[in-house]
Each structure stands twice: as C-alpha cells, then as structure tokens.
C-alpha cells in the first residue's frame, strides 16, 4: 500500500518525495509529462554551448535558504547571474536604446551550472526505482475511507495508433503538487469538493503560464567587449522582448529574453518570431547579435501548464493563494501544493520549497522526531520557545536583506510593505517545521495534564505555542521604522523612509492576516499529528 501518492513531478513533488522516503514511507510520484521537473526544463546542445533554462532559472541565497541548502547539500555547483556592465532600455522603436543609471539589475541572483535540470536529475536520482512513473495524467480523486483512490488515463500506442488506458491507485494520503487552476480545470472528486475550495483553486494565477523565452546561443558573449551586462528592458508598443539578459555559461554565450507580446497575439507571429527575436537582440546589441537559430518556449501552449482561466487572466505578479489550498482536506488525507500554494516566496522554486516543507510537517511519521530531540509535550514547548527567542534576533537582519535585494533589483513597489511580511511568513513557515521536527501535537502527555484536543477542535498546545510569538511582528515592524528612517538607500523613497499612517495601516492589515493563517496552520498541524498513529 502506497502511504503517500504524490501527483505532479515537479520541484515540489520531488524535494517532497524526497525527504518523505528518507523518513520511511512508501512514496509514489506520478506526472503526465514523460519527463520531470515540471516548468523546470534546460535546452542542452548536443554539441556544446550554453545551457539555457527556458523556465526556472534564478535563485537569490541572501533570501531563499531553502533553495540554497538544497543546492549546496547535493553538491551542484552555481556560477553567479551576469550583472556587470551597462543595462540597456529601449523606450522608443526609433531610436538607439539608452543606458540606465543603475548597477546591476539581478540582486545576486545564481543559477546552475549545466541549467536546473542539474537539479531535478539530482533529486530524481535519489529516489528508489520505480518511485517515478510518467506518462499518467490524473482525471479523479475518490474519498474510499481509509484510502484514496486516485485514477489516470495513460496514452499506449499500439499497432492501431493509440489506445487509451486507465490506471487506478490506492493511497493512504495524497499530495496534488499541482497548479491549482488545472487541478480545478480536469480533476473530478468524490465528494465533491466544496465550492470555496473550488473557488479558491481558480483564483490563483498559475506561475509562467502566460510566459514565452527565447534565446541564441553565440561564440562568444561580445556584448561585454562594449561595457554592456547583456541585460536590457524594452518597453515600446512594438516590443517584442520585453527583458533580456545574459544567459551565458561556463560552456559558451547566449541572450535570452521574456516576449512582451501577450499569449493571445503569439500565435499570429509563429512564422516570423525568430526573425523578430533576432531583430529584437541586434536592437539592443548591434547587428553581432543578429542569429540564425532562436530557440522558444511558449508555456501558454503547454496544456500541462496553462489552464483555460490563465490564457484569459492578464493579471501579472506572484501568484496569491487562498490559506485554504495550504490546509488539509479530506480528515487530513488530501493536501494540495506547488509553487503557487506557497505561503512565502510564491512563483519561485523557493516557494516550491517551502511548500515541500509544509508538506513534509503533515506528512512524516508521528513517531519521526529526530533523535535527541525531546517529544514530551512540557520539555518540547520549552526547546520551541527557545528557538522563538533566537529567531526574534534574525528578523530585523532578514528583513534587511530583503530591503536589499528589491532594491538592487530595481523593485522598489511597497518595499517596507513586502518584505516585512517575506520576513514574519518565513519565520512562521520555518516554525511550523519546527514544531513537526519536536514531535508536539503527537500522543506524548499535553502540560499540565490537560488533553490533546478542546472544544471546536482546538489543540490543547496551540494557545502555548502561539504566546511564544507574543509582539513578535510589532516589534519587526518597529524595528524596520527604525532602520529605514537611517537608511541611504531608503532616503529616496518618502513613502518607505518614513511611512504615513495609511501605509502602516496597511501594514498591520497583512501581519494580521498572517498571523491568522498561521495559528490556523499551527493548529492543523497539532491535530494532523495527534490522530497519526504511532
């Protein structure tokens, strides 16, 4: 019997597959591409040259440990974005781009040697054979009980052609490591599902839907022989790139760049695309940057990425997601997850991460505490409160640093806003697994006596756990004041340098909701562990 039954083979349906078989359960991943990693996808040349990601590409580690760690502890090697040099804009098809006053547009972005398909082989290669099977696109999920009963179609071909097959599973719990919106799209449920998570599902924009890259690769990057970093913004009517940059390595050279032409337009230009991209890059480079071969990736022509809702939503940003696609389903055996379920950094593989992560604290065995690590409930709520006194002190230096890397990126839309909330749903993020790796909510005895669970379902440890964070994001947001009222590269910014009651106002509203979403998750996670068995 499958004890996890994972749908969906990308960055979180890896790292999460992962870390559930270190911890001993029986784990099954299962996508309907013949390939993992999802929108993590690398165009290798056969014959050398640059490896090019042609969708998740960057990761910043002053700002995503998760991602980071991951990285570092498989040991793939990284090589820093491009980002000395002159950027380019381009305002005006008649004219010659401009130079913009700034240094560096990418925030010490990273990328991976070889592409981030290095990353989905590594991960991949740690599961046991057999653990990934492909090729199976989910059509319904079935309530049985005990145990779910998952059902995909497989596409077979035969001597006929092609033959239709359905498969069906049977699993203890399950993960949809999904984009919510096609979830909604083609999956039916029974029961079904009620109608706010339907409604939420739908209203979450899926990451890179809308997206199209191109790039050439070059023999060599001659772009830095004229001061420029290959990065350069296009912002006229006639764009057809609206972002480019330097998407060398360590193998040869390369440009790449975002279309500014929507979705529904793109078709129309199929024909002559590469001729305008390679228009576009002598635009801003010269004519050395005119390319005979442009190779693009158009994710909103990839049913398996873009539902019908994305094509017609021209709503930009990181996707949002109602708290209730983070919170368990079916009596805790029905999760929902991906990127855009993320509680912090959403859009990023960082944000797949960190769903893993919140996967991984329902997930794992109850009896899984790390060795040393105390599981009665009075010496656990003391180790807690502990490490909540010594995450107090990182997040006035978190904080910072995401000041600073919105800056050097040239994100400079509601700074103190943004990144004081980044910095408080990282620390509730990395609370939560905390408290799974202490084992608290599990049979051990509740302090003072008390029961594991109240009156409307209420964990008899989530009031102790939640006063641990007693002034923890009035304090932030105080200490912040304090800091941009000192800050240089605040001083430009009125509305960040000393904000006016409405922006705080707005302020508080998010930590409110914040802390709302994560008492709930505080105390799902307590009482997802009290009925485990042990």
């Known amino acids: 019997m499958i004890d996890v039954a994972i749908v969906g083979a990308g960055l979180t349906g890896l790292a999460l597959a992962r870390q559930l ?161 096609l979830v909604a799209q083609h999956v039916q449920f029974e029961p079904s599902l009620p109608t706010f998570t339907v409604d939420a599902m739908n209203a979450v924009s899926t990451w890179m839907a809308r997206e199209a890259k191109s790039f050439a690769r070059y023999a060599q990057p001659f772009w830095l022989q004229q001061g420029w970093s290959g990065s350069a913004f296009v912002s006229h009517s006639q764009a057809v790139l609206r972002e480019v940059w330097d998407a060398s390595d360590e193998q040869g050279a390369a440009l790449a760049g975002f279309h500014a032409i929507p979705p529904d337009a793109r078709p129309s230009f199929a024909r002559s695309m590469a001729l305008l991209v390679s228009s576009q890059f002598a635009q801003l480079f010269g004519l050395d940057a005119q390319a005979d071969t442009i190779t693009t990736q158009d994710w909103a022509t990839d049913p398996l990425t873009c539902s019908e809702l994305d094509l017609t939503d021209p709503l930009g940003g990181p996707p949002q997601a109602d708290p209730v696609l983070r919170r368990p389903h079916w009596s805790g055996r029905l999760f929902f997850g991906g990127t855009e379920t993320a509680r912090q950094a959403a859009g990023h593989m960082e944000g797949a991460l960190e769903s893993a992560a919140r996967l991984v604290d329902f997930l794992r065995p109850a009896s899984s505490s790390q060795p040393g690590i105390p599981s009665h409930a009075d010496t656990a709520l003391a180790q807690f409160q502990q490490w909540v006194a010594t995450e107090r002190q990182h997040a006035l230096p978190r904080y910072q640093q995401h000041v600073k890397q919105m800056l050097s990126r040239q994100d400079r839309d509601r700074v103190t806003q943004r990144a004081v909330l980044a910095t408080v749903e990282q620390t509730y993020s990395h609370a939560l697994e905390q408290l799974a790796r202490l084992a608290l909510g599990t049979s051990d005895p509740a302090p003072s006596g008390s029961t594991s669970t109240g009156e409307s379902g209420r964990h008899a440890l989530t009031p102790a756990v939640l006063t641990t964070f007693a002034g923890f994001s009035k304090t932030l947001v105080a200490d912040a004041l304090v800091f941009n009222a000192q800050s240089c590269a605040l001083s430009n910014f009125p509305d960040e340098h000393q904000p006016d009651p409405d922006y705080l106002r707005t302020i508080t509203a998010d930590l409110a909701a914040a802390w709302v979403e994560f008492a709930w998750a505080t105390n799902d996670l307590l009482c997802s562990r009290a009925l485990q068995p042990h």
């Open 21 to 181: 078989h270190l911890q001993g359960l029986r784990v099954a991943l299962f996508d309907a591409r013949m390939r993992t990693g999802g929108r993590i996808l690398t165009d290798v040349p056969a014959q050398g040259g640059a490896a090019v990601d042609l969708g998740a590409s960057w990761y910043w580690p002053d700002t995503e440990p998760r991602i980071t760690a991951l990285i570092e502890s498989l040991g793939l090697r990284s090589l820093a974005q491009p980002d000395s040099g002159t950027v380019l804009n381009l305002a005006d098809a008649s004219r010659a781009p401009e130079p913009l006053d700034t240094d560096g547009i990418h925030g010490g972005a990273r990328r991976l040697s070889g592409g981030m398909s290095q990353l989905v082989k590594a991960l991949t290669h740690h599961l046991p054979e057999g653990t990934v099977q492909l090729g199976l696109r989910l059509m319904s999920v079935h309530d049985r009980g005990e145990q779910i009963e998952l059902r995909f179609n497989r596409i077979t071909p035969d001597t006929s052609g092609s033959m239709l097959v359905e498969r069906r599973v049977m699993a203890r719990r399950v993960v949809l490591a999904m984009p919510p919106r």
